[in-house]
């Protein structure tokens, strides 16, 4: 997979619709899925779970667990799935991932994140990466994360992903711990630097892509999260700006229009209107008569029997042209 523009996994929202629409922006960005954990996996809905369409790829599927086992068996479901990548969370730090001893926490078990990392890249054929913060509580020195990425390299990764801003496992919550640390993009510019061989990629904050071809100058690739889910739009020339592609860029009406045979398809399996729908709330952002396609939605799609007309009255509400 090309990490030059990767969709960062984000939980409750890069499902397999969000996905879907993302890819019809950009053909060329590599899509994550959010994060399953490893006992989800084995023991849960395994088809809803590993489920996407083929329109999707490049897609890598994101695990979360810290037994070297577990996560070899589920990684291997994933690549038989079809999945391009599987990705390692280990910067995750909420109470019920903490619970379960793996996300940031890992980044305090180098050891043991290495088998995993091992027991994984032994049964596959497709590459294993790993996605983590520059720090974790007060574990946040340069020296700390040097270390860590040494032995995560001596252990067989490659690729890694680096959310800018260090982790606080206690007293901030999932969202603040996106906003309060403050970010630290030297510190993974430095690390590319330090480690050339390696690939880079940097994550948090990044609203443009102004800003994502500002670090491309430092570093390898750049994913992208929350300015992508509120605002999809912002960054729909990225093939062009970032890949060299030739011009392919749809207006937000035309974009909603390729949208609709695969949301069809949807609600004739049985997906509510409302799954899918969630989604688009940003499409239309900064648009006149964007508060109301978003009112309209809201209220309109978690309607039993909620179909295509409701997306037909709030499209109404906003420009043709736009």
């Known amino acids: ?190 690390l590319k630097q330090d480690f050339p061989e390696l690939e880079v990629v940097i994550n948090g904050g990044i609203t443009s892509l102004d800003d994502a071809l500002g670090h491309l100058d430092h570093v390898d690739g750049v994913m992208v999260g929350r300015a992508i889910y509120n605002d999809p739009y912002r960054f729909s020339a990225v093939d062009q700006r970032l890949f060299g592609a030739e011009a392919y860029q749809l207006t937000r009406q035309q974009l909603l229009e390729a949208y609709l045979p695969y949301l069809r398809s949807q609600l004739e399996q049985g997906t509510p209107l409302g799954v899918m729908a969630r989604h688009l709330f940003g499409l239309f952002h900064g648009v006149p008569g964007a508060r109301g396609w978003r009112r309209t939605l809201g209220e309109g799609a978690w309607k039993p029997d909620a179909g295509v007309e409701v997306i037909d009255r709030a499209r109404a509400l906003v420009p043709a042209s736009a």
């Open 1 to 190: 997979m090309d990490h030059r523009f990767c969709v960062a996994p984000m939980l409750d929202c890069t499902d397999r619709h969000q996905r879907y629409l993302f890819r019809l922006i950009s053909k060329k960005a590599s899509l994550y899925t959010e994060m399953v954990t490893t006992g989800a996996l084995l023991h849960g809905d395994r088809e809803r779970l590993l489920a996407f369409d083929p329109l999707e790829h490049p897609v890598a599927f994101q695990l979360g667990g810290s037994e070297p086992k577990a996560m070899a068996r589920s990684a291997l479901l994933a690549e038989q799935a079809g999945y391009g990548e599987i990705n390692i969370n280990a910067g995750c730090p909420s109470d019920r991932v903490q619970a379960g001893q793996f996300g940031v926490s890992l980044m305090l078990e180098p050891a043991r994140l290495v088998e995993c990392h091992r027991a994984m890249s032994e049964v596959l054929s497709i590459p294993v990466t790993l996605k983590h913060r520059v720090g974790v509580d007060d574990q946040d020195s340069k020296a700390f994360l040097t270390s860590f990425v040494t032995k995560m390299a001596e252990g067989g990764c490659r690729t890694f992903i680096i959310h800018a801003r260090k982790a606080w496992r206690h007293g901030l919550s999932p969202k603040q711990n996106r906003q309060v640390p403050p970010l630290c993009y030297h510190r993974v510019y430095q």
